[in-house]
């Protein structure tokens, strides 16, 4: 569909706008992303949702270990984290 090797919430957006699918996702990216055609039904019953960083095991560039280590310095309670 893009020609990239990789999709973005762009392409998810398009889909949905093309009649072929839904997408579930969150309102941050409707603020940053305006589609007057795509109808939004806020879902206010769901539970909390828990967000992780997630990377290639072999990916070693300085800006994973940072944000690793600023996200770790607030997850002490997170083992996965927390090594």
């Known amino acids: ?5 990789e999709l973005i ?3 998810f957006l398009t889909l949905v706008s093309r009649g072929r699918g ?3 996702t969150v ?3 409707l603020d940053r992303l305006s589609r007057p055609e795509l109808a939004v039904v806020p879902i206010h019953d769901l539970p909390p ?3 992780v960083p997630v990377w290639h095991t072999e990916a070693e560039h300085p800006a994973i270990a940072t944000f690793l280590a600023t996200a ?3 997850s002490s309670d997170n ?3 927390s090594q």
């Open 1 to 5: 569909m893009t020609g990239r090797g």
């Open 9 to 11: 919430v762009e392409d």
């Open 22 to 24: 839904l997408h579930v």
């Open 27 to 29: 309102a941050a990216v």
């Open 49 to 51: 949702m828990v967000v």
């Open 72 to 74: 770790r310095s607030f």
């Open 79 to 81: 083992p996965s984290l």
